[in-house]
């Protein structure tokens, strides 16, 4: 049966390789079936098919885009980005610490990172999707403060309005002052 078999296998490459030659079968007086392109004694003509090929797709070439990435739609834009807290023109009394809160309509997008500025100073520690967060130390006086949704690239694509609050504290000098440690 193997030999059967490799003979088969090969007659295929074969004509796989020359689909124009002519194949012969015949059995031989132990029964074994034989093919060959040489004529044989009681061999008789096998009529081929044409053999079955197969031609790949051709590939993008192209570095923006790899083959196994879809090309995606862009992305909705975001209809608004806001500072939620503090409110416009807020007063604090008495502290350093303020709670600020920022919403993004619809939700960051995966690879977009929300930004937020404290008088042009970038404010560490914000989460990268928005939300709420602390800024602290907050000096006294008046504070402008501002959010951008920027992109993975580093470009801008939402941009709040600048909000204004405002940070009272008592003077270092003021005897009533309490006395805290650095």
């Not at 909705?76 to 809160?101: L, R």
């Not at 009272?168 to 002052?177: I, K």
Request: charged fraction near 15%; aromatic fraction near 6%; hydrophobic fraction near 35%.
């Amino acid at each position: 049966m193997r030999k059967f078999l490799f003979t088969l296998m090969s007659v295929a490459c074969t004509v796989a390789v020359s689909a124009t030659a002519t194949v012969y079968k015949w059995v031989d007086e132990n029964g074994v079936v034989h093919f060959s392109d040489q004529p044989h004694e009681n061999a008789e003509k096998v009529q081929l098919k044409a053999p079955q090929t197969y031609t790949a797709p051709k590939t993008p070439v192209g570095p923006s885009q790899s083959p196994r990435q879809a090309p995606s739609k862009p992305a909705p834009a975001y209809q608004s980005c806001a500072i939620s807290e503090p409110a416009n023109d807020q007063m604090f009394m008495n502290t350093d610490t303020v709670t600020a809160g920022v919403t993004v309509q619809p939700a960051v997008r995966p690879g977009d990172t929300a930004v937020v500025t404290l008088d042009g100073q970038r404010v560490p520690g914000v989460p990268a999707s928005g939300g709420q967060f602390t800024i602290s130390p907050v000096d006294r006086g008046t504070h402008s403060i501002q959010m951008t949704v920027q992109d993975p690239s580093g470009a801008t694509v939402c941009t709040s309005p600048a909000v204004t609050f405002h940070v009272q504290q008592p003077s270092l000098q003021s005897p009533t002052r309490p006395i805290r440690p650095h």
